[in-house]
């Protein structure tokens, strides 16, 4: 079978940029929250409050439901209402009291006039995926220094710790410094690779639920880690150990960089 010629790849171009130009125009409409300076920050919350909510919701019912057992990480250990409150309110308070302001002066500095045509498939795609890949190599690099160095962890990294076991809300239970170095890291990434608008929001979508996911405390057959092949995204499992034994899978998402760095250390399976 012959390969695409030019004019077959630039019709399959189009047509992928024609996909997402439907929700690039509702984004960019001049009427819609997108253009507020508030929307960043309320999309950042209400999406990541979004996500925690399924699993907050099983960490109620989990006392009632013993078929939740099988899929819990730690069957003994439900989150409680002192732990689930601390960790929401200090996210609600470092967003209003830092993350807005930064993104307002983001706001104020961006051009008035956001692109016409929105990003092809592909395109969005392959961005996303480097995107991971960047943030889970300089993460896995703050992490390993901020557990290494004693005073970095004690100062900045050991809030995140206090929980032993992880659950939803307390993914973004952390120091203002922790907070900024991980949004400076993704700002980093998406203005290096000239990324698309659309394409920034979808990759944060995606990150944060990544996020989330591998704090739940909860295996599920759906999981990430076990739709990836070859064990080379570590998820929920992955992270987990690492809060019950710290000296291990520093990397947030994929196997990578643990294994050729010798940190990685693999659980039994369910």
Known sequence: MSGWNSSELQVFCNSSQRFLQPLWDCVRNPDALTQSPFFLVIFGITTYVVFCLPFVVLDVLYPWVPALRRYKIHPNFSPTARQLLPCLGQTLYQHVLFVFPVTLLHWASSPDRLLTEAPELLELACHVLVCLLLFDAEFFAWHVLHHKVPWLYRTFHKVHHQNSSSFALATQYMS????????????????????????????????????????????????????????????????????TQFNCNFAPYFTHWDRLLGTLRLAHAK
């Not at 944060?204 to 080379?232: A, K, M």
């Open 176 to 243: 203002v410094w922790e907070l900024f170095s991980l949004g400076f890291f993704d700002a980093v990434n998406v203005k290096l690779l000239g990324c698309h608008p659309l394409t920034v929001l979808v990759f944060h979508v995606i990150n944060i639920w990544l996020s989330v996911e591998d704090h739940s405390g909860y295996n599920f057959p759906w999981s990430t880690h076990r739709l990836v092949p070859f064990g080379w995204y570590g998820g929920v499992v992955h992270h987990d150990l690492h809060h």
